[in-house]
T-cell receptor, first 114, second 112 residues
Framework: DAGVIQSPRHEVTEMGQEVTLRCKPI?????LFWYRQTMMRGLELLIY????????DSGMPEDRFSAKMPNASFSTLKIQPSEPRDSAVYFC????????????FGPGTRLTVL | QKEVEQNSGPLSVPEGAIASLNCTYS??????FFWYRQYSGKSPELIMF????GDKEDGRFTAQLNKASQYVSLLIRDSQPSDSATYLC????????????FGTGTRLLVSP
């Protein structure tokens, strides 16, 4: 079975541009998580969804960040406008909410904002 | 105080030795504890989880939990160079919660 799929794998953009990161969770998983990882702050949860509904977005740093999950097989994380301090690796993870303890992580998107 | 604290390392051990990785957490309501391994440039992958006080063993790995001391550790026996990675401790409040809070990780280096 395919794991969590993220695209793009690398993104380089200029400050002020809009960035959209995409995630396809593992089929059958009904919880989806967006994380950001930096050297200074480690792995931080930004937002998570259960059954496509946002449950906790307290980790979203500011209004420039937004996330959607229009259906069970797709989610986006958008940054508009992007800033250099947004440079990080963004991971998407999915899990079956009812059974299992493991969050399965995608390969991540490395974002560089110049 | 951070919710989950780990020594950033690096922790250097020779091949064949026991590596001991430690983690403390601040929320006494925490009920589930996870150890993830992350190789450089890769995504985290789950090694073990533990709920109950005491030890839980899986192959060369042993997780230890002491809720009274708010302390969880991971022991790696017979360390191998392939164990060289960053180990992330993560904490979850309870079965009704989905959110994991991660420590910043401890980098382990196993020398041949």
């Amino acid at each position: 079975d395919a794991g969590v799929i993220q695209s793009p794998r690398h993104e380089v953009t200029e400050m002020g541009q809009e960035v959209t990161l995409r995630c396809k969770p593992i089929s059958g998983h009904n919880s989806l998580f967006w994380y950001r990882q930096t050297m200074m702050r480690g792995l931080e949860l930004l937002i998570y969804f259960n059954n496509n509904v946002p449950i906790d977005d307290s980790g979203m740093p500011e209004d420039r960040f937004s996330a959607k999950m229009p259906n069970a097989s797709f989610s986006t994380l958008k940054i508009q406008p992007s800033e250099p301090r947004d440079s990080a690796v963004y991971f998407c993870a999915s899990k079956n909410r009812v059974w299992g303890n493991e969050q399965f992580f995608g390969p991540g998107t490395r974002l560089t904002v110049l | 105080q951070k919710e989950v604290e780990q020594n950033s390392g690096p922790l250097s051990v020779p091949e064949g030795a026991i590596a001991s990785l430690n983690c403390t957490y601040s929320d006494r309501g925490s009920q589930s504890f996870f150890w993830y391994r992350q190789y450089s440039g890769k995504s985290p992958e789950l090694i073990m989880f533990i709920y109950s006080n005491g030890d839980k063993e899986d192959g060369r790995f042993t997780a230890q939990l002491n809720k009274a001391s708010q302390y969880v550790s991971l022991l790696i026996r017979d360390s191998q160079p392939s164990d060289s990675a960053t180990y992330l401790c993560a904490v979850k409040k309870g079965t009704g919660f989905q959110k994991l809070v991660f420590g910043t990780g401890t980098r382990l280096l196993v020398s041949p």
